[in-house]
């Protein structure tokens, strides 16, 4: 069974960067799709990047983030620079056992406990 754990989280300035990493077990992530999301008090999940045959980006991190991956680590990154405070929020990896990526959450089957970004201004 696929397991997830994020690191990297922290407190940053604003216009900082910060690097966020998913360490994968119990499968090589180049069979499925990873991808990052974000989770605000308050507010919906959020789609920020995803990676499997191909990329995307949400639109508010398009240019600003980058999804990577590691298979020698089996390990995912997602580089976040020119970070907002409305960057602000809890970071969580996910995996979806399909090449495919796509923004909706509901398509995600395994999930890590997520790691805290907070930007101040």
């Known amino acids: 069974q696929v397991q997830l754990v994020e690191s990297g989280g922290g407190l940053v300035q604003a216009g900082g960067s910060l690097t966020l990493s998913c360490a994968v077990s119990?499968?090589?992530?180049?069979?499925?799709?990873m991808a990052w999301f974000r989770q605000a008090p308050g507010k919906e999940r959020e789609f920020v990047a995803g990676?499997?045959?191909?990329?995307i980006y949400g639109d508010s991190v398009e240019g600003r983030f980058t999804i990577s991956g590691d298979s020698a680590k089996n390990t995912v990154f997602l580089q976040m620079n020119g970070l907002k405070p409305e960057d602000t929020a809890v970071y969580y990896c996910?995996?979806?056992?399909?090449?495919?990526?796509?923004?909706?959450?509901?398509?995600?089957?395994?999930w890590g406990q997520g790691t805290q970004v907070t930007v101040s201004s």
């Open positions: 996910a995996a979806r056992n399909s090449r495919v990526p796509t923004h909706a959450a509901v398509t995600y089957s395994v």
């Open positions: 990676t499997g045959a191909w990329t």
């Open positions: 119990g499968r090589t992530f180049s069979s499925y799709t």
